[in-house]
């Protein structure tokens, strides 16, 4: 999966052993993520469906747009032709993360801690 989305072996191996913690939130008329793991730290912030730039956690340079498609919170990042899009959900008490990119496709689910 993070192959198809450029990021090199090193920073893979990381991400496949690093258990993020996700907090998402509202602050007035912006949602917040913050994202905590052992790896790096980020926090996004902007307005349902309004582009802004983003410094994604393996240092691209993307622009990214959150918006809402039914009950599911939706992050899609577009970068030298290229897109990923995280779909957020909560299904049987845990928020179930997919993330789409090249077509390939991956599942994370979190517990609340």
């Given amino acids: 999966m993070l192959a198809s989305s450029g990021i090199n072996f090193a920073t893979r191996q990381v991400g496949n052993v690093t258990k993020p913690t ?6 007035g008329d912006k ?8 790896f790096r ?3 996004l912030s902007s307005k349902l469906g309004e582009e802004f730039d983003e410094i994604t ?5 993307v622009k990214s747009i959150f ?5 599911k ?7 030298d032709g290229k897109e990923s ?12 993360m997919t993330l789409t990119c090249q077509g390939v496709q ?5 517990e609340k801690a």
Avoid at 31 to 38: E, L, P, R
Avoid at 73 to 79: A, G, N, P, S, Y
Avoid at 85 to 96: A, P, T
């Fill in 22 to 27: 996700v907090v998402i939130s509202k602050d």
């Fill in 31 to 38: 949602v917040v993520v913050k994202t905590f793991s052992t």
């Fill in 41 to 43: 730290n980020t926090e």
């Fill in 57 to 61: 956690a393996d240092d691209r340079k």
């Fill in 67 to 71: 918006t809402m498609e039914g009950d």
């Fill in 73 to 79: 919170f939706v992050h899609v990042q577009k970068w």
């Fill in 85 to 96: 899009k995280f779909e957020r959900e909560i299904k049987d008490g845990k928020m179930v």
């Fill in 106 to 110: 991956a599942v994370r689910k979190y």
